[in-house]
């Protein structure tokens, strides 16, 4: 693995779940990490104070707002000097049946989920370019490659990542550029954690490996993608499911 101290990364929902275990993955790396998060101040002020050492800074933003995008991205880059790995893993569901999706339940989900990685993507990717390299890894799941009900909007948006990480790769990979997707199926998550026991029972009995995964079994991912040994990867689509969904 290559050294990557003196990196500076951007984790959207950086402060729980899988965001937080891509976080404490890059600290030990030593790259520098900016934690970014919605509404949870405490549970990113404990990330910070749990890696006191570790230059770890926090910005709070609504990434379905392209204005918080563009300042979060100014505070990174004020703060730290450089950005070199973006990872778009933030996300929200409202799950209900496309009969009773209201249109404003799936603006909701598409803003966040899809718009919100264009927007900080198109503002990171100039300061990458002038660099000369950069990372971009866009966390999408299993549900944008098979579909679920219930979720035609967050399935969508999961998806769009999937068109939007390939377009991207294709347009940066003379570059020094990569931009990849990981794609985790049914994680051990707060969200997760929400599903009703049945239904949960019922997801785990569909898992070939029987189980469900791991926050930091995606993040060894990111993390993979994210050292500069990995310049030869690019438009890829990494797929984290424990066998649930198998693409050719």
Not at 151 to 175: D, F, I, P, R
Not at 206 to 220: C, M, N, Q, S, W
Request: aromatic share 4%; proline share 3%.
């Amino acid at each position: 693995m290559a050294d990557m101290k003196g990196q500076v990364a951007l984790v959207t929902g950086g402060s729980r779940g899988i965001g937080r275990a891509i976080c404490e993955r890059l600290v030990g790396r030593g790259v520098k990490v900016a934690a970014g998060y919605s509404r949870n101040s405490d549970a990113a002020k404990e990330l910070q104070d749990k890696h006191p050492d570790a230059g770890i800074t926090i910005h709070q933003g609504n990434i379905g707002d392209v204005e918080d995008c563009t300042r979060v991205i100014d505070e990174v880059l004020e703060q730290h000097g450089r950005l070199d790995v973006l990872v778009n893993n933030a996300g929200i569901t409202v799950d209900k049946t496309v009969r009773k999706m209201t249109a404003d339940d799936w603006d909701r989900v598409i803003q966040v989920n899809l718009n919100g990685a264009f927007y900080l993507s198109s503002t990171a990717l100039p300061h990458m370019l002038e660099q000369g390299n950069g990372r971009i890894i866009n966390i999408s799941s299993v549900i944008g490659e098979k579909g679920s009900v219930g979720q035609a909007n967050y399935s969508s948006a999961k998806a769009g990542l999937l068109g939007l990480t390939m377009s991207m790769a294709l347009e940066t990979a003379k570059k020094g550029i990569t931009v990849n997707a990981v794609a985790p199926g049914y994680i051990e998550t707060d969200m997760f954690s929400d599903v009703p026991d049945k239904i949960q029972e019922q997801i785990v009995d569909t898992i070939p490996t029987g189980r469900l995964g791991k926050p930091d079994e995606v993040a060894r991912v990111v993390e993979f993608l994210a050292d500069p040994e990995s310049s030869y990867i690019t438009g890829s689509v990494f797929d984290v499911n424990g066998g649930l969904f198998m693409s050719s």
